[in-house]
């Protein structure tokens, strides 16, 4: 019997450094791959560095990929501020510039200069200035012997002091968020644009062919996408919408 237990134990402890060994997917934060996964990442055929994706001093992947609407991502594909998303994504503008007589949704839109583009009133992108890690200021206080709600409120007031401080620029924001099952935080400035316009969509036939259950499948073939454009103000810095931004 007791044979049979050690066998046993040995089983599992196989069994679960077999799952552990494999269980390299997820979503990681960009300041950590260099540390965490770079080495990996490579090993598996990566060509560019862990900077090449998230540098906060130089231009890196990061400075291409935003927050689109704050439901979405997007890419930015061109050094005139055109940005590239899912269809789904771009959806609710091109259904609300569509009219009878434009049908967009129905038959697509492709504007042929900057002046056809259309203005979306509320959209905006955002992209990730850097990430800061502040846990140790983020729990400064939280001891073991603290209620749940004492420790929220404690790292509560330390969350606003780290926003209040940050070093940032006037037009850019901050955002601290806990990660690890709260163990761990990290600050994100970030810069929001709001003068987006539309640039192009195919019809929905192309565009939402497949829906939800290709939008899991690969390869796919498919025209699931939008474009769109970024414009700024004369300083290239966030703006409200101007018939002249840039």
């Avoid at 998230?54 to 930015?76: P, Q, R």
């Avoid at 140790?136 to 790292?155: H, K, N, Y």
């Avoid at 926003?163 to 990290?186: M, T």
């Avoid at 929001?192 to 019809?203: F, H, N, Q, S």
Wanted: charged share 25%; hydrophobic share 35%; net charge negative.
């Amino acid at each position: 019997m007791k044979n049979f237990k050690k066998h046993l134990l040995f089983f599992f402890i196989s069994f679960l450094t077999s799952i552990i060994s494999f269980a390299n997917e997820g979503m990681w934060l960009p300041l950590l791959l260099e540390k965490l996964n770079e080495k990996e990442m490579k090993s598996l055929g990566m060509k560019i560095s862990a900077k090449d994706i998230y540098n906060i001093n130089g231009g890196s992947l990061k400075d291409a990929i935003v927050s689109f609407g704050g439901f979405c991502t997007g890419e930015v594909i061109s050094s005139k501020g055109l940005v590239l998303t899912n269809h789904h994504c771009g959806f609710d503008e091109i259904q609300n510039h569509s009219t009878l007589d434009h049908n967009y949704i129905r038959d697509g839109f492709w504007s042929k200069d900057n002046g056809e583009e259309i203005p979306c009133d509320g959209l905006f992108v955002t992209f990730i200035v850097r990430i800061d890690d502040v846990s140790r200021q983020a729990l400064a206080g939280v001891t073991a012997s603290m209620s749940e709600s004492e420790r929220q409120s404690m790292i509560d007031k330390n969350i606003a002091e780290l926003r209040k401080n940050a070093k940032k620029e006037s037009y850019q924001d901050s955002f601290v968020r806990g990660f690890f099952e709260g163990n761990q935080y990290y600050l994100f400035v970030t810069e929001t644009y709001r003068d987006i316009r539309l640039v192009g969509a195919p019809p929905s036939a192309i565009g939402n062919f497949g829906k939800d259950t290709d939008n899991w499948m690969w390869p796919r073939h498919t025209g699931d996408f939008s474009m769109f454009r970024i414009y700024a103000g004369k300083d290239n810095r966030p703006a409200e919408y101007a018939a002249d931004n840039i």
